[in-house]
């Protein structure tokens, strides 16, 4: 949830994994704000519970902690991520729905075991 500390987590891991030190793994923990669905009450959580994770936002703490980061800058990041998702949202919707017949095709596998 700290920006700041996946970008000097990765540079380390990246830099030890160039150095031959062999492979990383890096656990990158969030926190879900909204409920798992439209349809989902969310009472499984307590209000504070959320709450506390709110104040703790990624992109708040960024923009808050970010001398380089003005209004300008941010309102410009935000106007492309909003064009970059209309633009995904207009190709998946100019798509064609997957045929029903074909919706359990590699779930297992196509191939019958026979040899």
């Given at each position: 949830m700290d920006v700041r500390a996946v970008e000097h987590a990765t540079a380390l891991a990246a830099d030890a994994v160039r150095g031959g030190g062999g492979p990383h793994f890096l656990e990158l923990r969030?926190?879900?704000f909204r409920a798992h669905s439209l349809y989902d009450p969310d009472r499984y959580r307590q209000k504070s519970e959320i709450e506390h994770f709110m104040?703790?936002?990624p992109l708040t703490?960024?923009?808050?902690s970010?001398?380089?980061?003005?209004?300008?800058?941010?309102e410009a990041i935000e106007k492309s991520?909003?064009?970059e998702i209309n633009d995904a949202v207009e190709f998946a919707?100019?798509?064609h729905d997957e045929p029903v017949a074909t919706l359990e095709r590699w779930v297992y596998s196509d191939h019958d075991g026979a040899s």
């Open positions: 969030t926190y879900r104040e703790r936002d703490l960024f923009r808050n970010s001398a380089a980061l003005d209004d300008a800058k941010v991520v909003a064009a919707q100019a798509g």
